[in-house]
């Protein structure tokens, strides 16, 4: 593969370039296909590189209550989606839309 052709959000172009962030958005519309565990375990692995990193994280489309509850105490992961646009309770939110 091409280094072109591997994508601007690729864990190859943040470690190369940390120097210049200090936050990393994970859009989860690319995780539809997979189950809500193995969801969970890519979304940890890009918050223990971000931790080490010292880097924040942004959750992009965050669309299951499992999700947005498992990481809404954590204070350097923010969550963008549909369940934030207008602040519903989390008790509030259905299982998934």
């Known amino acids: 593969m091409q280094a072109g052709s591997i994508g601007?959000?690729?864990?190859?172009f943040v470690s190369h370039h940390l120097d210049q962030i200090s936050i990393i958005k994970l859009s989860l519309l690319i995780f539809d296909d997979i189950s809500t565990e193995m969801m969970i375990q890519f979304i940890d692995a890009w918050v223990a590189f971000a931790k080490e990193k010292h880097l924040s994280v942004v959750l992009e489309a965050v669309r299951l209550k499992e999700i947005a509850q498992c990481y809404a105490s954590n204070k350097n992961i923010y969550q963008?989606?549909?369940y934030w646009e207008k602040g519903p309770e989390l008790k509030d939110m259905p299982e998934e839309i």
């Open 8 to 12: 601007g959000n690729s864990f190859s």
């Open 80 to 82: 963008q989606g549909y």
